[in-house]
């Protein structure tokens, strides 16, 4: 890809916290206007990643570029193109709705003649309008990350970088969240999301999965899924922790997970697989096994990738 239709590219970034590895040799392409999730467990490495873009953690080898501009060495200039939100909520609590908003602008330099139409139309975007005046401290917490976002937009950046922005909020207000990050994308705004949540990768245009700090492949929510091999099975029984064991131990089955309260199956054996999955469940004195072919999801792509040390360069 043209580096022109690129904001972010990063080649070989490493980042170490004592003798734990946190980012380890990444190179990411992620293209302008795209909403690029970044997918891993806690620990993986998402947040540091993230905080390298945004500036605010110096890499210990490697660079990165937004917009052309390196995070390195041109760090002033990357900071009116970008918007930081990070996992915390960093509003003042004892400010209102308004007075938060206000507050941030002006450090950003936003003009005082276009602050208070900006703050409005983002408000009223959000849904935050009746509020305004409503201490931060007041807030549930989907709202909490509502103001965060409206905060972290009013300067106009090209790039937003949301450190896991629905973590810990209920489904709706998580619904509601991303049904705001589509609408930043109609406008042209590039969004990198990292998120531990897998069915959040769908609403993404192009996804990467980071675990221990390397990046395991990348590429759209459909061309990740086509990675998984054979056949995606789920197996339901009143006794999933019993059936798991029995499961994986089946001529055919290639990895098997628990997910609630079945077990998923890779099947890429000759046989037909219901038969022998529910005959093996049989033999071992579970005998109220169901099993049906279902289609690939993120849970199952992740875990897969994970198992088999699957790598590639990190691209979009």
């Keep these: 890809m043209d580096d022109e239709q690129l904001a972010v590219r990063a080649r070989g970034l490493r980042r170490s916290f004592d003798d734990t590895v946190a980012v380890d040799g990444v190179d990411l392409d992620i293209a302008a206007g795209a909403v690029f999730g970044l997918l891993g467990p806690d620990g993986a490495g998402k947040s540091t990643l993230i905080r390298m873009l945004a500036t605010t953690l110096a890499p210990d080898d490697g660079d990165a570029e937004v917009f052309g501009l390196s995070v390195t060495h041109q760090a002033p200039a990357v900071h009116p193109r970008i918007g930081y ?75 937003l970088l949301l450190d896991e922005p629905t973590t810990g909020v209920d489904p709706v207000s998580r619904r509601e969240f991303w049904r705001i990050l589509a609408g930043l994308h109609r406008e042209g705004r590039t969004v990198l999301v990292a998120t531990p949540y897998m069915d959040e ?14 990046i395991l492949q990348s590429g759209t929510p459909a061309e ?13 029984t009143s006794d999933a922790r019993a059936a798991l064991p029995v499961v994986a131990a089946v001529t055919g089955v290639t990895s098997a997970h628990p997910l609630g309260d079945t077990v998923r ?8 697989p219901s038969a022998s999955l529910t005959a093996a469940l049989a033999d071992a004195g579970i005998a109220d096994a169901t099993v049906r072919e279902i289609a690939a999801d993120m849970e199952t792509v992740f875990a897969h990738l994970a198992t088999s040390g699957a790598s590639g360069r990190g691209t979009a």
């Design 85 to 159: 939100m990070s996992q915390r909520f960093s509003m003042y609590p004892d400010l209102s709705v308004l007075e938060n908003l206000t507050f941030f602008a002006t450090i950003r330099g936003v003009p005082r003649a276009e602050l208070r139409g900006r703050a409005q139309t983002l408000l009223t975007s959000m849904g935050l309008a009746e509020f305004a005046g409503r201490q931060a401290m007041h807030l549930s917490g989907g709202m909490k990350q509502k103001l965060m976002l409206a905060t972290t937009l009013m300067h106009e950046p090209d790039l």
């Design 265 to 272: 199956v890779l099947w890429e054996g000759g046989d037909e």
């Design 224 to 236: 990740i899924k086509a990675l998984v091999p054979g056949r995606l099975l789920e197996v339901r």
């Design 201 to 214: 990768a769908e609403r993404c245009t192009r996804i990467a999965f980071l675990e221990q700090g390397r």
